[in-house]
């Protein structure tokens, strides 16, 4: 399963089935030539989150060993507690601006407060800041359901965010993020498709992450090109 993305197209491509599969078959390949090229910054993430929480159900393998005393879960825990607590946002203050500048600035600031509230901001930004700590990576990724629809978020995991470390310097021009997504979900989604859905291998054939799971769940890939 794949969707994708450049930013001069649609946000769903949409071809004959013919390049579409050849499309999304080319998509793939690149996210897993990419996933190759950080797999060393993939198994620090885990390592990472097996010191803050020993029971963390990403594996490489082997099952991880319990600290006897872990100090670090609560060094992070308060540190995103104090950061979260203050309610970090974004102001609109004029320097030196008129009165109709000022007046501007507060609606805008308005305008923003309500876009963090409506979007959940703030309860999906405990997780993205405790990633942060625990694995170098926080990310939250802004979205639109559907066209004209209102902004949402979701926290993604960092062990989903793929892209290739060796031409990742400043802002990548490739960016894929996996999803392990239940098989009965896809088919209620896309029930034109039953067919091909079941037919896909499960996620514990292809994903190192989900090696020896017992959920059948199917790996589906979204992934971002900025033209050249």
């Known amino acids: 399963m794949i969707r994708y993305a450049t930013a001069s197209t649609e946000l769903f491509w949409r071809d004959d089935a013919k390049t579409s599969e050849r ?23 885990v390592r990472a989150g097996e010191l803050y929480d020993p029971h963390v159900p990403l594996r490489i393998g082997t ?11 609560p060094y992070v825990d ?3 507690s104090h950061i979260c607590a203050a309610r970090p946002r974004p102001m609109w ?3 030196d601006g008129t009165h109709d500048d000022h007046m501007r600035a507060k609606l805008l600031l308005a305008w923003s407060d309500h876009l963090f509230q409506a979007a959940e901001v703030y309860r999906h930004a405990h997780g993205a800041a405790r990633d942060a700590c625990v694995s170098g990576l926080g ?30 310097v400043g802002l990548p021009d490739e960016l894929y993020i996996r999803r392990p997504i239940a098989r009965t979900k896809l088919r209620a989604l896309y029930p034109e498709h039953e067919k091909e859905i079941d037919a896909a291998p499960g996620a514990h054939v292809t994903s190192w992450y989900l090696y020896g799971t017992t959920l059948d769940v199917v790996e589906c890939w979204e992934a971002w090109h900025l033209p050249p």
């Open 93 to 95: 203050i004029p320097m």
């Open 23 to 45: 499309r999304a078959e080319a998509v793939i390949s690149s996210a897993r030539a990419a996933e190759r090229s950080q797999s060393d910054r993939a198994q620090r993430i």
């Open 139 to 168: 990310v939250l990724r802004p979205f639109r359901p559907r066209v004209g629809a209102p902004i949402e978020l979701e926290r993604i995991h960092p062990i989903h965010v793929v892209m290739d470390d060796a031409v990742g």
């Open 63 to 73: 099952a991880a060993t319990a600290l006897r005393t872990n100090i670090i879960a």
């Open 78 to 80: 308060t540190w995103v």
